[in-house]
Nanobody, 122 residues
Framework: QVQLVESGGGLVQAGGSLRLSCAASGRTSSSYVMGWFRQAPGKEREFVAAIRWSGDSTDYAASVKGRFTISRDNAKNTVYLQMDRLKPGDTAVYYC???????????????WGQGTKVTVSS
């Protein structure tokens, strides 16, 4: 099992910034990629960003590219999502997830955190 705990969500005005954290524990050797997903009310959960524990590969959804930055601290088993120039459309519950393959498909991610709420006001 891999346990994931997100933190850092909150209320921010449009144009502001938030930094989300995801701490991984347990059998982290089974984790190849870490992803961030989000789900707004009435909508499907969608891919936001992903990063491998090894190497420089990152991936972003078109809606956040240039505004969000995913990063990692291997020593702390922690992945971050720096969110800048936030828009009201970014309002959602944000989830981190652990997967075994380089993919943006949420079904391929095996373990999920509990989510952290991000609300962007206009």
């Amino acid at each position: 099992q891999v346990q994931l705990v997100e933190s850092g969500g909150g209320l921010v005005q449009a144009g502001g910034s938030l930094r989300l954290s995801c701490a991984a524990s347990g059998r982290t050797s089974s984790s190849y990629v870490m992803g961030w997903f989000r789900q707004a009310p009435g909508k499907e959960r969608e891919f936001v960003a992903a990063i491998r524990w090894s190497g420089d590969s990152t991936d972003y959804a078109a809606s956040v590219k240039g505004r969000f930055t995913i990063s990692r601290d291997n020593a702390k088993n922690t992945v971050y999502l720096q969110m800048d120039r936030l828009k009201p459309g970014d309002t959602a519950v944000y989830y981190c997830a652990s997967g075994r393959a380089w993919t943006i498909v949420r079904a391929a991610y095996d373990y999920w955190g509990q989510g952290t709420k991000v609300t962007v006001s206009s």
